[in-house]
């Protein structure tokens, strides 16, 4: 494979940039040309390439134009969803667009939807091979997702700023963090937060709970809480005042947000971030497509992407207990 491309694809995270550079690095290391597709499989459908007055959807990468990025969060490719790329019409147009380009293979980073895209762009003749990157930790093909660590370090030190507060004025602060399907962000920054309470879908703790467990830590002498929601679990502010009407404990209610997705990628993520990148494009320059690169127990692995969206992953019950055990 002489030509390849890269993008990234649904929400970003931190390290992505990592990745590009790393993908980007091996390729022209290995005598590859590497194409940078902008806003995820949008870049591949709209392909402004020739339109002056409107910046490229694809450019040509160089080693220097992935310079001083390693740091920096976000992506310099921009990311997107695009909804024409569920259907037929829209893979026509991207394939058409990678051959118009010469583009043989292609390193999708993004999560388990922009697998589904892979896949089938793959089985339309273009070698697609995915790397996961979202702050959700949920791919179950992987241990590890880039982001993961980045954002459970933002809310851990927003968190930890909730607390300073909430110790003060010995209130109890509920904060929402994000995870749509998995809460694992929840449940690390629970953890190590020193939560009260872990609210996840998983764990399926309810109001109800969470009451119960602040009025036993009250005998304790403790005065001031944390309670760790994952979002779409509930309202924080509803939580909050339940909280405050059965406990009498003043609560307030905080939604970290978007700000988990942004910052600079720890070691973690970096490191994570250029071994995947780097194995990616040794598996497209052996001309080996359809597959997706991650982590089992810090080993890199591959698998085809239909078994890869086929696997389930198990929330880690026996971290839970331990946060639940001490924190009281
Ligand atoms: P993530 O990759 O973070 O899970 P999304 O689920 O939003 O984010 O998916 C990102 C993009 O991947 C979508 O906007 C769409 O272009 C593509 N995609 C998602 N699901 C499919 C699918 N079933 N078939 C083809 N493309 C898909």
Redesign the pocket.
């Known amino acids: 494979m002489k030509r390849i491309g890269v993008l990234t ?3 970003d995270a931190p390290g992505m940039n990592a990745a590009i550079r790393a993908v980007v690095r091996t390729g022209i290391s290995k005598g590859m040309t590497v194409l940078g597709v902008r806003r ?2 949008n870049g591949l459908i709209l392909d402004r390439t020739e339109t002056p007055e409107i910046e490229a959807d694809i450019v040509e990468l160089s080693v220097r134009s992935v310079s001083d990025i390693i740091q920096r969060g976000g992506t310099l490719l921009y990311s997107a ?3 024409e ?2 259907y037929e019409s829209g893979l026509q147009k991207a394939k058409a667009t990678c051959e118009r380009h010469g583009i043989e293979g292609l390193v999708v980073i ?8 892979a896949a ?1 762009l793959s089985a339309r003749g273009i070698a697609c091979v995915g790397i996961p990157g ?1 702050i959700d930790n949920d791919i179950a093909m992987t241990d590890y997702t880039i982001g993961y660590d980045t954002a459970m370090n933002t809310a851990m030190e927003l968190v930890d700023k909730l607390r300073d507060t909430a110790q003060s004025h010995d209130r109890c602060t509920v904060v929402e963090v994000m995870g749509r399907n998995a809460g694992y962000i929840a449940l690390n920054t629970g953890v190590s937060c020193g939560a009260t309470a872990i609210l996840t879908r998983e764990t399926g703790t309810s109001a109800e709970d969470v009451i119960t467990r602040i009025k036993n830590t009250q005998t304790t002498g403790k005065h001031h809480f944390i309670v760790v929601m994952c979002e779409g679990v509930g309202n924080a502010a509803e939580v909050a005042k339940e909280i405050e009407k059965h406990t009498g404990v003043e609560s307030r209610a905080s939604v970290l947000g978007h700000v988990q997705r942004g910052g600079s990628p720890t070691v973690r993520d970096r490191v994570a971030a250029s071994r995947l990148g780097h194995r990616a494009v040794e598996l497209l320059s052996n001309g080996i497509g359809n597959r997706v690169v991650g982590f089992d127990r810090n080993e890199l692995v591959d698998f085809d992407i239909q078994d890869a969206l086929r696997m389930t992953k198990e929330f880690d019950f026996s971290l839970y207990n331990v946060g639940m055990d001490i924190s009281f």
Do not use: H, K
């Open positions: 694809s649904g929400g995820g499989y969803r695009c909804q790329f569920r993004g999560g388990d939807g922009s697998f589904r895209g089938d979202t």
